[in-house]
């Protein structure tokens, strides 16, 4: 064996360079000619010192624990690894590098928070500049600037901003984890007098929540806190900490707020500085975090730029996103330019954000409101609003007195640096562009945690991300960035077991009266489910057992809650009890299936309750097995017959009909294997005659549009499946799309018949489709079962309208690729299988084929249209 293993890895986030924690997990990919789990060698130097070689016999090329002593606070290391064949080792891999982190011990800085006059409110505070003079000698060989803040913060290191992360130090629950960063700034430090700057604002700490714009409750107090570490060429080292030396003002940013905007007033002149306050907050101890940050990815120049009423134009950016604008020309000084930012633009060409205000019953509608603005000192400054984060397509720019150069606007696509992992493409344009607006959805919220909307209300809602996380995980690599996640959920939980809605919790439902509104509808099925189903998802995927563990004790409090929520609340229209009831969940709050073309129903319920509590407890007791659990693995697979059982009794009748007899019931339990084989043909034609009687309009909503198509494929109605897929009259993703969509909506109807928009028009649930054309347009699926990809399926389902389909997948072994044709007459697969995994094909005609690593290739006939009845 020559060739080395590549892709070294660590299960850390990092900006400039990657920052662990005391003892990181490593991961390599295996040469192309690695068998089974080879052997292996590890080598590290720490600091220079180069550590005692680490030999294996076997074992896991994935998420390996740390196998020499833990690390300490900033230490470099650097590692390579060989792995063993059977004619002995591989060449030594390329090294990886990584830097650990300032270690919450080793903090010795002060927490400094600003001194602020009255209080201007939520959304309305200004920014505030934190600073500090200090004096170096010659000779700093490296810099190292470790900073954290309750609030979001930016570095500046003699006015260059440090690093290139945004919004830091990112979305967490800020009562349990807090994270900080790590930057180079070697580079900005001079000989003689230095000047360090944080700009603080509230951001997800002390700002604006949610839809109704509520104040997030983490804390009052905003704080920084920072250390440079420097190390010299004589191997001296000093640092400089946050403290009472530093001094507070106001900055020139008069307001910012992640939801409602930001405002820069250039002319604003700098008011006396003084002593910052020092340790005014307790905070929980500082970690490094698992996700890559928030960055700006993209940029893209406005598709047009109009003036629609004197002083108004419009900008179009030709897609929706999350970011912000940054606006180089700000005209003459004393010019003040207002900035609207929204989804839509109506037929007069102008703004619309009505579709996104919000209504409480007795309150004033929450006006939707994404507003920045710019004051000109005439001095040639770039606007850019790093102190607020916006989901747009469109801005409104509106100034008196002076015009807009067009090439001055550009739009700053802002997310989470999440690596991609999946291609695809087919021959047929609209399922790529449905492709592209289901990736453009999730990017767009995908900004530090998994959001609904980057508009309206921005919030981890954990059902979003419960059914959109199979698809996430096939697009991106988002192994640290759900950990990341996870973690909030876990602080979140209520100490009844049940799950927050969302995470992170600013409005802290944990601690609220249980009467509270918010926290009466805290425990819905499919929503707290998520702290089951996507730890298991990033375990098959990444083969990261860890996850699981972490996530164990908070995931059986959580299915133990909603057990106990079964036995003793019921839907008042019962009476009577029969036993199989005490495992029908319908008492307490569910949000249901959510969002059906024509409304929410009430009345599915418990069937939606039912089949979570079934699907949760079948996953936990998986869960319970892999980790050698036994005893749980036992009594959880038997409450999980019995929830199935029950649900059976009370949803299902002889022939495979459903009581609720929805579409969505019935992809539910088609999908979670609700139903009794025996009746799962019944069940599909009665789904299948639900689908036609709609006019091959699907009636799904939030939870089960994802499994439709595959569950119709999968039962044999891949025809079915298509003309889902291909309907061009709404509900469809087509008729999104014909409408203008570029991400996908909240609302089936999003923009209706008359043009006008309606809810979020950047969802991503919806977008779960796309999954389907991995899985089964272009066929490649992990198999059941399967951890870590090591095994797979490519299974292509042709239809006439694609000729050809290509994609591929980053999977943990490797690179695997399929690309398919059809011409009429001859059906040509490749397919690419990387090391220590195995494939096996299913052709359209059923014919199978078991593929080893390597590249495959074939040519068939053509199938005969059998599936397209
Ligand atoms: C959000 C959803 C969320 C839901 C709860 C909505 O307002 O936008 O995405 O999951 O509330 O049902």
Same mark, same amino acid.
């Not at 830091?168 to 700034?185: F, I, K």
């Not at 508009?455 to 959109?468: A, I, P």
């Given at each position: ?545 860890? !996850?699981?563990? &972490?996530?164990?004790?908070?995931? +059986? #409090?959580?299915?133990?809650?909603? %057990?106990? $929520? =079964?036995?003793? @609340? ?104 609700? !139903?009794?084989? &025996?009746?799962?043909?019944?069940? +599909? #034609?009665?789904?299948?005659?639900? %689908?036609? $009687? =709609?006019?091959? @309009? ?172």
């Amino acid at each position: 064996m020559c060739r080395a293993p590549d892709r070294l890895r660590i299960d850390s986030g990092g900006d400039q360079f990657i920052v662990s924690g005391a003892s990181p997990r490593l991961s390599w990919r295996l040469p192309r000619t690695a068998t089974g789990q080879p052997g292996y060698e590890l080598e590290a130097t720490v600091d220079g010192t180069v550590l005692d070689r680490v030999t294996r016999t076997s074992g896991s090329h994935l998420f390996v624990p740390w196998p020499w002593a833990p690390l300490r606070s900033c230490e470099r290391v650097t590692w390579r690894v060989r792995v063993r064949g059977d004619r002995g080792f591989s060449d030594w891999s390329e090294p990886n590098c990584f830097e650990v982190g300032l270690l919450d011990e080793d903090w010795t800085a002060r927490w400094i928070s600003p001194v602020e006059g009255a209080d201007e409110g939520y959304g309305m505070r200004p920014a505030y500049s934190l600073s500090a003079r200090f004096e170096l000698p010659t000779g700093v060989r490296s810099a190292r600037l470790y900073a954290t803040a309750l609030g979001v913060y930016e570095v500046f290191v003699n006015g260059r901003r440090a690093g290139s992360a945004e919004l830091t130090p990112g979305s967490t629950s800020y009562d349990r984890t807090l994270y900080a960063q790590a930057m180079d700034v070697t580079d900005s430090l001079r000989q003689g007098s230095n000047r360090l700057e944080v700009l603080l604002s509230d951001g997800w700490y002390r700002g604006k929540t949610g839809g109704f714009r509520l104040p997030s409750g983490w804390g009052t107090t905003t704080a920084a806190r920072l250390e440079l570490h420097l190390w010299y060429d004589d191997s001296t080292r000093s640092v400089i900490r946050s403290g009472a030396d530093w001094t507070s003002s106001r900055s020139m940013i008069t307001r910012a707020d992640l939801m409602d905007g930001q405002v820069l007033d250039l002319g604003q002149h700098a008011e006396d500085a003084v002593p910052v306050l020092v340790d005014q907050v307790v905070a929980p101890g500082i970690d490094w975090s698992p996700a890559p940050p928030v960055r700006r990815i993209e940029s893209r120049p406005p598709v047009s730029l109009r003036e629609v009423a004197t002083g108004s134009w419009i900008a179009d950016f030709g897609q929706n996103a999350s970011g912000w604008i940054s606006l180089a020309d700000l005209g003459p000084a004393g010019t003040r330019t207002i900035i609207d930012y929204g989804e839509f633009a109506g037929t007069d060409g102008d703004l619309t954000t009505a579709h996104l205000d919000m209504f409480l019953t007795g309150s004033p509608p929450i006006v939707f409101v994404q507003r920045d603005e710019v004051v000109s000192d005439g001095d040639g400054a770039v606007f850019e609003p790093r102190h607020t984060v916006h989901g747009f397509q469109y801005a409104r720019l509106r100034r008196e007195g002076a015009g807009i150069d067009p090439a001055s606007v550009t739009m700053q696509v802002v997310h989470s640096d999440l690596e991609p992992t999946a291609t695809f493409e087919c021959g047929n344009a609209d399922l790529n562009r449905l492709h592209d607006a289901a990736v453009w959805s999730f990017r767009g919220n995908a900004v530090d945690v998994p959001t609904d909307c980057p508009t309206r209300e921005r919030l981890g809602w954990t059902g979003d991300y419960q059914v959109f996380a199979t698809t996430a995980a096939r697009l991106y690599d988002v192994h640290g960035f759900s950990r990341k996640w996870l973690r909030s959920v876990r602080d979140d939980q209520l100490p009844d077991g049940r799950i927050a809605n969302f995470s992170p919790d600013g409005r802290r439902t944990k601690l609220m009266d249980p009467g509270e509104r918010l926290a009466r509808t805290t425990g819905s099925a499919g929503w707290g489910d998520a702290i089951v189903a996507v730890p298991l998802v990033l375990y098959e995927t990444y083969g990261d057992r860890e !996850v699981l563990a &972490e996530n164990w004790d908070a995931m +059986v #409090r959580w299915v133990d809650w909603a %057990l106990e $929520a =079964a036995r003793t @609340h019921h839907d008042p229209s019962r009476t009577g009890l029969r036993p199989h009831e005490r495992f029908i969940w319908d008492g307490t709050y569910h949000w249901g299936e959510w969002c059906e073309p024509g409304g929410a129903r009430e009345s599915d319920k418990g069937e939606v309750g039912t089949a979570y509590l079934y699907r949760s407890c079948a996953t936990l007791a998986r869960i319970a097995e892999v980790l050698g659990r036994s005893a749980e693995a036992a009594r959880y697979g038997e409450v999980a017959k019995q929830v199935q059982a029950a649900w059976r009794t009370e949803f299902l009748d002889e022939s495979g009909w459903m009581r609720s007899d929805t579409q969505a019931g019935y992809v539910r339990a088609l999908a979670f294997g609700l !139903v009794p084989d &025996e009746l799962r043909a019944g069940a +599909v #034609r009665r789904l299948v005659e639900l %689908l036609r $009687a =709609a006019g091959n @309009h699907l009636g799904t909503g939030f939870l089960s549009t994802g499994e439709l198509l595959p569950v119709l494929a999968d039962h044999g109605y891949a025809d079915v499946a298509y003309r889902l897929l291909f309907q061009r009259t709404p509900p469809s993703w087509l008729a999104m799309l014909d409408r203008g969509a570029t991400t996908i909506w909240e609302e089936w109807e999003g923009i209706d018949d008359d043009g006008n928009p309606h809810a979020s028009l950047n969802h991503y649930s919806k977008g779960a489709v796309v999954h389907f054309l991995h899985t089964h347009v272009v066929g490649l699926r992990q198999a059941e079962g399967s951890v870590g990809w090591e095994s797979f399926v490519v299974a292509p389902v042709p239809h006439p309208d694609i000729p050809w389909a290509r994609g591929s997948f980053e999977s943990p072994q490797g690179t695997i690729e399929v690309e398919w044709q059809d011409d009429g007459d001859t059906f040509q697969l490749t397919v690419d299988v990387p090391p220590c995994s195995v494939a096996v094909v299913v052709f359209p005609d059923g014919q199978r084929a078991t593929l080893t690593p390597g590249h495959f290739s074939t040519n068939r006939p053509a199938p005969t249209g059998k599936v397209f009845r």
